[in-house]
């Protein structure tokens, strides 16, 4: 079985630019979620979808953060423009969901890194 | 806002040595689950925990699960360098926020042969 999916790897761009991470989770699983991950430190939650409806977007900057899953699949999450604080790790997970204890599964995550 | 905090924050150990890994919270957690991961991976899933006094062993790793269920151990015995790596720990919500997970900071674990 395949695992969740992550494109692209690494990501350099200049402040100011937009940038884009895509995310194909497991087959089957309803929840996915998009998290920022600091070095050394633990993943934040930027936004929880289940199936195509964002459920839990509080910690998303929506001023220049965006996101979608427009077919419940997968799910693509943009910012712009970029700032040189958005230097991190962008990770995606997703879980089966209801009916399970929030076990999630992570893809390897898009290291950012904004000039 | 429920927060998860992890001790020590960096842990350097001999090959053979024994170490432990705590979480801590003031709140109390429907599941816990520690996280491995390792450089340029993401977190990969080791063990969940449900029940309060649960003690659950993975070979040489042993995970308890607080009787209140607001905390948290991870205990590796005779650890090996294969065991590097950042663990984390992440407590489940239930309720309204059912589906979400706090982690914890992480424990940096190096094991030097």
């Known amino acids: 079985e395949a695992g969740v999916v992550q494109s692209p790897r690494y990501k350099i761009i200049e402040k100011k630019q937009p940038v884009a991470f895509w995310c194909n989770p497991i087959s089957g699983h309803n929840t996915l979620y998009w998290y920022l991950q600091n070095l050394g430190q633990g993943p934040e939650l930027l936004i929880r979808?289940?199936?195509?409806?964002?459920?839990?977007d509080s910690q998303l900057p929506k001023d220049r953060f965006s996101a979608e899953r427009l077919k419940g699949v997968d799910s693509t999450l943009k910012i712009q423009p970029a700032e040189l604080g958005d230097s991190a790790v962008y990770l995606c997970?997703?879980?089966?969901?209801?009916?399970?204890?929030?076990?999630?599964?992570f893809g390897p995550g898009t290291r950012l890194t904004v000039l | 806002t429920q927060l998860l905090e992890q001790s020590p924050q960096f842990l350097s150990i001999q090959e053979g040595e024994n170490l432990t890994v705590y979480c801590n919270s003031s709140s109390v957690f429907s599941s816990l689950q520690w996280y491995r991961q390792e450089p340029g991976e993401g977190p990969v899933l080791l063990v969940t925990?449900?029940?309060?006094?649960e003690v659950k062993k993975l070979k040489r790793l042993t995970f308890q699960f607080g009787d209140a269920r607001k905390d948290s151990s991870l205990h590796i015995t005779a650890a090996q360098p294969g065991d590097t790596g950042l663990y984390l720990c992440a407590g489940g919500a239930g309720g309204t926020s059912y589906g979400k997970l706090t982690f914890g900071q992480g424990t940096i674990l190096t094991v030097h042969p």
């Open positions: 979808y289940e199936n195509e409806e964002a459920v839990d």
């Open positions: 997970a997703s879980s089966l969901g209801a009916g399970t204890y929030n076990e999630q599964f």
């Open positions: 925990v449900v029940t309060g006094g």
